[in-house]
Antibody, heavy 122, light 106 residues
Framework: QVHLVESGGGVVQPGRSLRLSCAASGFTFNRFALHWVRQPPGKGLEWLAIISHDGFKKYYADSVKGRFSISRDGSKNTLYLQMNSLRPEDTAVYFC???????????????WGQGTLVTVSS | DIQMTQSPSTLSASVGDRVTITCRASQSISSWLAWYQQKPGKAPKLLIYRASSLESGVPSRFSGSGSGTEFTLTISGLQPDDFATYYCQQYNTYFYSFGQGTKLEI
């Protein structure tokens, strides 16, 4: 049974940093690409970043490029999102998401975590 | 970047109705399109992938069609559990994008 469990959210002041984690289980971690997707309160879904199954390819949305960094640790079956220079508009629920095709970097999102809320406020 | 535009933003319907939601891409994405259902406070759930393939376990009243730049999600015989928000997503490039969502209301 695939599980993705995010952690690390909370309240943070503008300009500060935060690192989110996503613990994965129930599948062979190193064979699937993973994304981060966020959803501001009451709004739609925004794709943020993707990392390939082997960690060599990373792509970012323009809205977070240069501020956010995606990474993964195969020894811990964990995905990360390092968020720097946070802004109030980064306030959202952050979801960890799996790409549904083995070793592919493009594909539908077949499993989602429950999300972790990040609030950027002074 | 590829922009995805859904219509309508809100759709009112009744149990038993047949409804259609449209998603348009700013450039051709072949059939690399997925549809998701999201209920309040929950993560999205994959319904359709590759424009028309039904995800395992999803009821057959959901169907998808289209290719290129225009796609539709159809729900035939609405059930009470179907009232939710629906999103399309393209995965034609590494830079994924979602439509803005369609809220299906009773």
């Amino acid at each position: 049974q695939v599980h993705l469990v995010e952690s690390g959210g909370g309240v943070v002041q503008p300009g500060r940093s935060l690192r989110l984690s996503c613990a994965a289980s129930g599948f062979t971690f190193n064979r699937f690409a993973l994304h981060w997707v966020r959803q501001p309160p009451g709004k739609g879904l925004e794709w943020l970043a993707i990392i390939s199954h082997d960690g060599f390819k990373k792509y970012y949305a323009d809205s977070v490029k240069g501020r956010f960094s995606i990474s993964r640790d195969g020894s811990k079956n964990t995905l990360y999102l390092q968020m720097n220079s946070l802004r109030p508009e980064d306030t959202a629920v952050y979801f960890c998401v799996r790409v549904g095709y083995v070793v592919a970097t493009m594909g539908p999102s077949d499993y989602w975590g429950q999300g972790t809320l990040v609030t950027v406020s002074s | 970047d590829i922009q995805m535009t859904q219509s309508p933003s809100t759709l009112s319907a009744s149990v038993g109705d047949r409804v259609t939601i449209t998603c348009r891409a700013s450039q051709s994405i072949s059939s690399w399109l997925a549809w998701y259902q999201q209920k309040p406070g929950k993560a999205p759930k994959l319904l359709i992938y590759r424009a028309s393939s039904l995800e395992s376990g999803v009821p057959s009243r959901f169907s998808g069609s289209g290719s290129g730049t225009e796609f539709t999600l159809t729900i035939s015989g609405l059930q009470p559990d179907d009232f939710a928000t629906y999103y399309c997503q393209q995965y034609n490039t590494y830079f994924y994008s979602f439509g803005q969502g369609t809220k299906l209301e009773i």
